[in-house]
């Protein structure tokens, strides 16, 4: 089973959700960090550091000696991740979606397509929970190869988790595709409820069964609650708005660890989508 | 030569827009027949990625031999540079002030992008 674990902006309690439901999954489970640009369910989790394995996609290299500077791959390329200036091409690897055909219109056969690193894939271990984390090299902004390479890390048999990165960019479709099931965090505001359409479209479009967790309740107001109850929406779990919470999480600390009377919250969570699923937890 | 300025509108008392990938057109100014000329840049600001690098690629083929702007990036200033276009950053209000202030000698040319990308 593969649960994600996304939210239509950033610092909506995303990765509280992802980690703490992680740690009181009962039973060994895996959580996958694909928020490859600012990874950080580690910090929350904790677990000897472990091996880091690099990433790397194909990018064009020009031999200049054959080039003539004609253009066209520059005029092919939808992305601008290679631009010829003058009569030399320019590539641009950070923006290059790899997709081979700057090398296949070249006709001088000038392109070849090199490695090029964009980042690590790291795994640690702790307690029950086998943590798997991408970290994208500064400087690259091609993040879905990245994700893809977090999610070959899943293995069958312990159910997965994975921690979408905020928004509804490429990297989150990466993350989100073929999942069982999608939990869409959210706070009771204006801001929120907007994003939260925009998140709630995006996975009614990749046809993913879904359900909201409501963060902070009591802090805002209830558009997000009246809009679910209006759109037939499932809320699965509401967290209330305690200043003890947002203490611990600036301290690095698992919510159900700093706070164990929320453990039940979030293995009731982890019972519900299991439920959603159709698996036991 | 001929100067581009990133601008929000379409003639000399329009004002300098701060981006260079994102502003919504260049005013082509040649300084030897006085006369300007407008390149839309509706196509960069509406990518994704890349803009700064689709809007130097314009600037480029436009012609022009410099360009003024409040900010310019590290892709475009990559792109710019290679094909020798001097880049000056320039926070007048209007491009006719940038103008004057280009043939007063007053901009300082950029000599490395002043503004980080996405994740640089
Ligand atoms: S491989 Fe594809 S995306 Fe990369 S530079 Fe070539 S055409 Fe562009
Ligand atoms: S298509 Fe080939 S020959 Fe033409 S500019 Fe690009 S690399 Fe050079």
Redesign the pocket.
């Known amino acids: 089973m593969k649960v994600a674990i996304a939210s239509g902006k950033g610092g909506t309690g995303k990765t509280t959700v992802a980690v703490n439901l992680a740690r009181s999954w009962g039973g060994p489970v895996q959580l996958l960090d694909c928020d490859v640009e600012e990874p950080n369910a580690h910090l929350f989790l904790g677990g000897e550091k472990g091996e880091e394995v690099p990433v790397f996609v ?3 290299s020009v031999d200049e000696a054959l080039c003539d500077g004609c253009g066209e ?1 520059g005029r ?4 601008h ?2 631009v010829v200036v003058g009569r030399s091409p320019i ?1 641009f690897p950070g ?9 296949k219109v070249c006709p001088r056969g000038a ?1 070849r ?1 090199v490695d090029e690193r964009i980042g690590v894939v790291e795994t640690r271990r702790s307690g029950s929970v086998s943590l798997t984390l991408g970290r994208m090299d500064v400087g690259m902004s091609m993040a879905p190869p990245l994700v893809h390479a977090v999610r070959a890390r899943i293995q069958g048999g312990s159910p997965a988790i994975l921690d979408a990165p905020a928004g509804t960019s490429c990297s989150v479709v990466a993350t989100l595709r073929e999942t069982d099931f999608v939990v869409l965090v959210t706070e009771p505001t204006p801001f929120g409820l907007h994003d939260l359409t925009l998140a709630v479209d995006l996975v009614r479009e990749l046809r993913l069964p879904f359900g909201v967790v409501v963060n902070r309740v009591g802090a805002g107001d209830d558009r997000v609650h009246a809009w679910c109850r209006k759109e037939g929406v499932e809320i699965l779990l509401e967290i209330p708005d305690d200043r003890r919470i947002a203490e611990g999480y600036a301290r690095g600390r698992l919510l159900v660890e700093a706070l164990p009377e929320y453990g039940d919250l979030f293995r009731s969570l982890a019972g519900t989508i299991a439920a959603r699923v159709g698996v036991a937890a | 030569m001929k100067i581009a300025f990133s601008t929000s509108g379409e003639s000399l008392e329009a004002p300098l827009d701060s981006r260079f990938g994102r502003a919504p057109y260049f005013l082509i100014y040649d300084l030897d027949s006085r006369q300007a000329r407008v390149v839309d840049n509706g196509a960069s600001r509406a990518s994704s990625q890349g803009a700064g690098i689709q809007a130097a690629d314009s600037v480029v083929r436009a012609g022009a031999g410099a360009v003024v702007t409040a900010h310019c990036g590290p892709k475009a200033f990559q792109v710019l540079h290679a094909a020798g276009i001097k880049v000056f950053s320039c926070h007048a209000a209007t491009v006719g002030e940038a103008l004057d202030m280009y043939r007063s000698g007053a901009l300082v040319e950029q000599t490395g992008a002043d503004v980080a990308g996405h994740h640089a």
């Open positions: 194909k990018v064009p791959c092919f390329c939808e992305f991740a290679i590539v923006m290059c979606h790899a997709c081979g055909g700057c090398a392109i397509e």
